[in-house]
């Protein structure tokens, strides 16, 4: 069955990562994910599907149209990629546990947001809001780490938190500090983990933000943070006892078992 599964786990991950492509290509437009169908946005000729398989399309037409010969941007490959080897990840951790279809689910809202913040500096609603409601939705599931109430807890003080914060900052700097996007974010990523991980995910994110700030971006650049806390939502579903581990910091209890 092992291998079965994996099959079934790429197949199904690329498949998802070519919607997600959907998705990080219409969402900032605010255009239809279902209508039209697939279709090249330069000269507006339909995809069919024996072109449209994840992967292996893209790479036999060299990442281009078939028909005007335009280039298809390389996110589309890399998306279709990721998407199955961290589904992969996930089953390695958790097998075919109520936890790994969780943390799936987790990551397709956080795949497409960390390529339009990343792109267009923007963290669609229409991602965080489905977010948070399918965490506190997950919470309801048992063996799944994280109770209902730890779940609505976690989303509304971090929210709370957030926002206060966030208004802090802009009375006292006079500038935006945390976007609103992010603010709606973080309660999202803490109704799947709970309160007892989110002060270790918040300060992943900060850490990878702080390295990157400081490594490419320039003074008075425009700084897009939502990716990082994709990511290390990402990361510490799939590392965080790991991680605590290797820092030295006591488990007092597991973080990923009821």
Same mark, same amino acid.
């Given at each position: ?152 807890? @976690?989303?509304?003080?971090?929210? /709370?938190?957030?926002? *206060? &914060?966030? +208004? !802090?900052?802009?009375?006292? %700097? ?58 290390? @939502?990402?990361?510490?579903?799939? /590392?965080?006892?790991? *991680? &605590?581990? +290797? !820092?030295?910091?006591?488990? %007092? ?6």
């Amino acid at each position: 069955m092992l291998v079965v599964d994996v099959v079934l786990i790429i197949v199904l991950g690329a498949s998802l990562g070519s919607f997600l492509n959907v998705v990080i290509d219409r969402l900032p437009r605010k255009a239809s994910l279902v209508r039209p169908g697939s279709h090249c946005n330069s000269c507006g000729k339909k995809i069919p599907f024996w072109l449209n398989i994840p992967i292996i399309s893209y790479l036999a037409l060299k990442g281009k149209c078939k028909y005007c010969g335009a280039r298809f941007h390389w996110h589309h490959l890399l998306v279709e990629i990721i998407t199955p080897l961290i589904f992969l990840a996930l089953y390695a951790v958790y097998g075919l546990s109520p936890l790994f279809f969780k943390f799936a689910t987790m990551v397709c809202f956080l795949i497409p947001i960390f390529f339009i913040d990343v792109y267009h500096k923007i963290i669609p609603l229409a991602l965080t809001l489905p977010l948070i409601a399918s965490g506190w939705l997950w919470a309801l599931v048992p063996d799944t780490f994280v109770s209902f109430p730890d779940s609505l807890l @976690a989303s509304v003080l971090t929210f /709370a938190f957030l926002y *206060l &914060l966030a +208004l !802090a900052w802009e009375k006292i %700097f006079r500038k935006e500090g945390l976007g609103g996007g992010d603010v709606v974010l973080f309660p999202g990523v803490a109704a799947y983990f709970g309160m007892l991980n989110i002060p270790f995910i918040v300060i992943l994110a900060c850490l990878m933000g702080i390295i990157y700030f400081l490594a490419f971006v320039r003074k008075n650049t425009p700084f897009a943070f939502g990716n990082f806390i994709a990511a290390a @939502a990402v990361i510490w579903a799939l /590392a965080g006892e790991w *991680l &605590l581990n +290797l !820092a030295g910091l006591p488990a %007092f209890v597991s973080l990923f078992s009821n």
